[in-house]
């Protein structure tokens, strides 16, 4: 069964550095997204993709993030300059046309800033 | 954003019996409304969902059920398994599904 998959599954870094997370979508999905769960909340919409490029963003996702599918198979999420609150399980999810908006979700990339 | 309220963080239910997951929404936009389960340390997992033009959607041993006019969904799962034992998240969807708002969880204890 296709799935997506995420990586790193756990990444540490220092206060300032800049992170990338990689997500390989399921092949034959068109729309693509970011959530994220600080630990012990709510599962937090960040960002939206489809035809490259953004289709919706929350509050959250600021200057500091960007995403792109540079190759038409990898969906990535940037931080330019972490923050301890951007310490997180973020969660890439993809989903195919119409249908009920069924999200299929990765296992999630754990990010610790120190 | 508190378009999408679980306000129960918990349940604990017997094995064999109902558990009733409660959900209430703000948004009037969205078009379809739906339920993920989650184990720790896993992605959510979609198990079903509901048009907003519907009341009732059935899926083997979940049912959704849409009150409209109350703002109100709620899932029901018979008879309740210990496998079950997961966090469960109501959503809702609109504009295409560009957009999926979740909300804070309700943590389900099914005991054997």
């Known amino acids: 069964e296709p799935e997506v998959t995420q990586t790193p599954s756990h990444q540490v870094t220092q206060m300032g550095q800049e992170v990338i997370l990689r997500c390989v979508p399921i092949s034959n999905h068109l729309y693509f997204y970011w959530y994220r769960q600080i630990l012990g909340q709510k599962v937090e919409f960040l960002v939206s993709?489809?035809?490259?490029?953004?289709?919706?963003k929350s509050e959250i996702f600021d200057d500091q993030f960007s995403v792109e599918r540079p190759d038409g198979s990898n969906f990535t999420l940037k931080i330019r300059s972490t923050k301890l609150e951007d310490s997180a399980m973020y969660f890439c999810a993809s989903r195919r046309q119409g249908g009920s908006g069924e999200l299929f979700f990765g296992e999630g990339s754990r990010l610790t800033v120190l | 954003d508190q378009q999408v309220k679980q306000n129960s963080p918990s349940l604990s239910v017997q094995e064999g019996r109902i558990s009733i997951l409660n959900c209430d929404y703000t948004?009037?936009?969205?078009?379809?409304f739906l339920w993920y389960k989650k184990y720790p340390a896993e992605g959510p997992t979609f198990l079903i969902s509901i048009s907003s033009i519907k009341d009732k959607n059935e899926d083997g041993r979940f049912t959704v059920f849409l009150n409209k006019s109350a703002k109100h969904l709620s899932l029901h799962i018979v008879p309740s398994q210990p496998g079950d034992s997961a966090v469960y998240f109501c959503?809702?969807?609109?504009?295409?599904?560009?957009?999926?708002?979740f909300g804070a969880g309700t943590r389900l204890f099914v005991k054997a």
């Open positions: 959503a809702g969807s609109n504009g295409g599904g560009f957009k999926t708002i």
């Open positions: 993709f489809y035809n490259n490029e953004i289709s919706e």
């Open positions: 948004n009037s936009m969205f078009d379809y």
